[in-house]
């Protein structure tokens, strides 16, 4: 008996988790500044497969804090625990907020700060 | 700023205090107000193992669950919700290793017999049948009922808001209640960092926090906050249907929508208290307990590891309606299940506020059982 890790696809018609370089020939774009030039099929987190307009329209209804699109989106919930996704949600509730980044609440950091798996903790695989 | 009246406030931002809002307005009240001291699902309902099972051991328990489940089957239709609450009726299999908890099942299930719930004693072939990955080995007797199942907590919650709030509840996160004022035995006002909120009616829906606020009014509510532990996994293709859950390792495990298997306990040993840490020496016995029954899992990784509470009644049962010397005031307690009973809570809770009629007999749950002795101990909790 095997069980096999899950690989999510990606929405079909999604463009690239990378936002395009665009700008003035040479100038390195802020982070704000690629934010804005987002498509909305631009994925920002990639293990819940989310779209920047589907978290958008969440901030729009009116769920304006991380722990709360945390909850209803499951952003930052997936494999990476919010190691890709964290700072663009953070942008994106910034931006909403007329607030820069550091003055958004962060989510509760969970443990393992790595994943490990049942066998390795259960010391079981020493024994044998 | 925040309503200076209301009709009734409720205390509680979790699935039984959105459903309770929901139903006293969909009975009539006009200003009705949630107090969150966090926001929405930040306690025992966001931390839940999202299970919702009919195989109890007490008439009480039973009749809860299958009212619950039946607003389950409809609710994304009757709050009028434009997500989906992700209710799959994928089954709850109990698996005992000896032949008191097998004695204990069987009993459980002739009275669920009896009241209709449709739950089936299973051969150990059957078992292997149903979840081919579990260890049989030590297995005495299972029973499973495949109209049990699981839901997602903050999607119930997030429904039972929006339909309140087009009722015109007003929630209010972020607010902590810090009093509550009364005047010759009644409810007065509920006092809040905020400011305050005269109001005549009070329910108090904060799960494993509920005993803090009833010493506000002076009442010893003998319900106390229980720590447990769950683990998710990274996202697995499909490998078992139904929740395992196990008494003689006092644990529950599933595999939840997107993949991930789900598992945790509590450990009924530990002091009673709010305790929101999570510990090693939990990972550490969690992962011989999921090994011993899922030895395929055991190089599958964990990727979050969070602690909630249950709110522990005497006998195992949730604490509902008024208490007896303070007019006004009422309990909404889960007491370990709220979020698979809070269909049926919040609707039972709002009836007895409003005067009306009860879907189900409430009386039996009321919190003087306690002082009389009265109680009936369910035995089919881990």
Redesign the interface.
């Known amino acids: 008996?095997?069980?096999?890790?899950?690989r999510?696809s990606r929405k079909p018609g999604a463009a690239g988790s990378l936002p395009p370089q665009g700008g003035k020939a040479g100038a390195r774009q802020t982070g704000a500044e690629r934010m804005n030039t987002l498509s909305e099929k631009t994925i920002i987190c990639r293990c819940?497969d989310l779209t920047v307009d589907e978290i958008r329209e969440r901030i729009e209804q009116g769920y304006g804090?991380f722990?709360?699109i945390k909850?209803?989106t499951?952003i930052g919930?997936?494999?990476c625990?919010g190691r890709t996704c964290r700072q663009h949600l953070l942008r994106e509730l910034a931006r909403a907020a007329g607030k820069t980044p550091g003055e958004i609440e962060l989510p509760?950091f969970?443990?393992?700060t790595k994943?490990?798996?049942?066998?390795a903790?259960?010391?079981?695989?020493h024994d044998q | 700023m925040i309503n200076k009246t209301a009709e009734v406030v409720v205390i509680g931002g979790g699935s039984i205090g959105c459903a309770t809002a929901y139903n006293l307005a969909r009975l009539g009240y006009n200003k009705v107000v949630v107090l969150e001291k966090g926001y929405i699902c930040r306690g025992s309902t966001g931390r839940c193992a999202a299970g919702i099972r009919q195989q109890w051991g007490t008439e009480m328990n039973c009749l809860l669950s299958r009212h619950s489940i039946r607003r389950f089957e409809r609710m994304n239709e009757e709050l009028d919700y434009p997500d989906d609450v992700e209710f799959r009726q994928n089954g709850y299999l109990m698996v005992t290793y000896s032949e008191d908890e097998a004695k204990m099942l069987k009993n459980n299930l002739q009275l669920q017999e009896r009241l209709g719930i449709p739950v089936q004693y299973l051969s150990i072939e059957e078992v292997k049948e149903i979840v081919p990955a579990l260890n049989t080995e030590r297995v005495v007797a299972s029973t499973i009922c495949m109209e049990d199942g699981q839901a997602n907590p903050f999607k119930v919650t997030d429904a039972y808001m929006r339909a309140a709030k087009r009722l015109g509840v007003q929630f209010y996160t972020g607010t902590e209640v810090t009093g509550l004022r009364l005047r010759g035995g009644k409810i007065e006002a509920v006092i809040t960092d905020r400011g305050e909120i005269a109001a005549p009616q009070v329910v108090n829906a904060t799960g494993p926090y509920a005993k803090f606020i009833s010493q506000m009014v002076g009442h010893e509510l003998p319900v106390e906050p229980e720590r447990h532990q769950i683990v998710v996994t990274e996202p697995l293709e499909p490998l078992f249907k139904p929740l395992v859950m196990n008494f003689y390792h006092q644990t529950y495990c599933q595999q939840v929508a997107n993949g991930s298997i789900l598992t945790g306990y509590g450990n009924s040993e530990e002091p009673k208290g709010i305790n929101y840490t999570c510990s090693w020496q939990f990972l550490k016995a969690l992962s011989a307990k999921i090994i011993d029954q899922l030895p395929v899992l055991r190089q599958v990784n964990i990727i979050r590891h969070w602690a909630g509470h249950y709110g522990i009644s005497p006998d195992g049962q949730p604490v509902l309606g008024p208490v007896p010397g303070v007019e006004g005031y009422y309990l909404a307690l889960g007491c370990g299940k709220g979020f698979m009973l809070s269909p049926m809570i919040g609707e039972l809770v709002a009836q007895c506020a409003a005067g009306r009629e009860t879907t189900l007999p409430l009386e039996i749950l009321g919190v003087e059982r306690f002082k009389k002795g009265e109680l009936i101990i369910e035995p089919a909790v881990v």
Request: with cysteine; hydrophobic share 30%.
């Open positions: 008996m095997r069980c096999a890790v899950l999510t819940e804090s722990e709360e909850r209803i499951r919930m997936g494999p625990q509760t969970r443990p393992p994943q490990i798996s049942f066998g903790i259960g010391g079981l695989d």
